[in-house]
């Protein structure tokens, strides 16, 4: 099965700052990998999806990137602001396209 | 539009008891899933249904069952609960498995 590793520890950063956070997998390289956000006793809220074909996708101040090389996703908050703390997780397909492996996730907090 | 809804929101068994956790979608997709999320360990894939009639087993299935008698419901039933199964549950549908996952806010699970 998929091993999926995210930043271990938690990230605290000055706003304005840009948050990088990674996602390592092992094993096969799958087609596709999301990035959610989950805020405390929330559901996880989808907010990119990047397939195996693109280097990199940007959406708003976010920007993820996807090495098959490396078997690695780079997740960039930019201009960060107090309202992106959050936990962020990032997700894959297993063996099988019909199951969906998630990361531990990575909690960011944005200092004012 | 009312997305994933789950109920309850909170529950509390006894060691032994049985319960069935709901879970609706309003937005006619036809795959559906239960994660389960316990600290550190990040969503667990336990069920998932790629249409009404077809269920299938996810990376952590003992101990629970599921049906999908129709495309809206996808509810998720404990057996014969134990102190192991203490978590947060959510659930998550969408249009197909390789697409972004909506989820709903959960259901917190204590057995005692």
């Known amino acids: 099965s998929q091993k999926i590793e995210q930043n271990s520890e938690a990230l605290n950063i000055q706003e304005g700052k840009t948050a990088t956070l990674t996602c390592n997998y092992t094993?096969?390289?799958?087609?596709?990998l999301q990035w959610y956000r989950q805020d405390p006793g929330r559901g996880p809220v989808f907010l990119l999806l990047i397939r195996e074909n693109e280097k990199e996708k940007r959406k708003e101040r976010l920007k993820v990137t996807f090495d098959t090389t490396l078997k690695q996703s780079l997740f960039h908050i930019t201009a960060s602001q107090p309202a992106d703390s959050a936990t962020y997780l990032c997700a894959l397909p297993a063996s099988n396209d019909y199951k969906l492996s998630f990361g531990a996730g990575t909690t960011v907090t944005v200092r004012a | 539009n009312a997305g994933v809804t789950q109920t309850p929101k909170f529950q509390v068994l006894k060691t032994g008891q049985s319960m069935t956790l709901q879970c609706a979608q309003d937005m006619n997709h036809e795959y559906m899933s239960w994660y389960r999320q316990d600290p550190g360990m990040g969503l667990r894939l336990i069920h998932y249904?790629?249409?009404?009639?077809?269920?299938d087993q996810g990376e952590v299935p003992n101990g629970y069952n599921v049906s999908r008698s129709t495309t809206e419901d996808f509810p998720l039933r404990l057996l014969s609960a134990a102190p192991s199964q203490t978590s947060v549950y959510f659930c998550?549908?969408?249009?197909?498995?390789?697409?972004?996952?909506?989820f709903g806010d959960g259901t917190r699970l204590s057995i005692l």
């Open positions: 998550a549908s969408s249009f197909k498995s390789n697409q972004p996952q909506h």
């Open positions: 249904s790629v249409g009404a009639g077809i269920t």
């Open positions: 094993n096969y390289s799958p087609a596709y």
